[in-house]
């Protein structure tokens, strides 16, 4: 099993920033990729940005250049540097991590949630 902790969310005015952290902790092997998603009210859950364990990285095109996701394998933790915020952005933002068991299965889990709202 794994647990993830994440932190970070809060209230925060059109144009500024905020920082996410999502840290694994477990009986885990390895992790492959680890990533942030997001939920508005009334939407489906979308991806925001993923990293591989190699360090490459993909972006939903609205927070490209904005947000930033960036790991630390040794630590096992993911942030999510949320720069020039939107109220477009509020949404709950779930953290989600790829990763396999010590007896070789692969897994998917998620956090459970942190609430970012943007508002003036």
């Known amino acids: 099993q794994v647990q993830l902790v994440e932190s970070g969310g809060g209230l925060v005015q059109p144009g500024g920033s905020l920082r996410l952290s999502c840290a694994a902790s477990?009986?885990?092997?390895?992790?492959?990729?680890m990533g942030w998603y997001r939920q508005a009210p009334g939407k489906q859950r979308e991806l925001v940005a993923v990293?591989?364990?190699?360090?490459?990285?993909n972006y939903a095109d609205s927070v490209k250049g904005r947000f930033t996701i960036s790991r630390d394998s040794a630590k096992n933790t993911v942030n999510l540097q949320m720069n020039s915020l939107k109220p477009d952005d509020t949404a709950v933002y779930y953290c989600?991590?790829?990763?396999?068991?010590?007896?070789?299965?692969?897994?998917?889990?998620w956090g459970q949630g942190t609430q970012v709202t943007v508002s003036s």
């Open positions: 989600n991590v790829d990763w396999y068991r010590i007896d070789g299965r692969r897994s998917y889990s």
């Open positions: 477990g009986s885990i092997f390895s992790i492959n990729a």
């Open positions: 990293i591989s364990s190699q360090g490459s990285t």
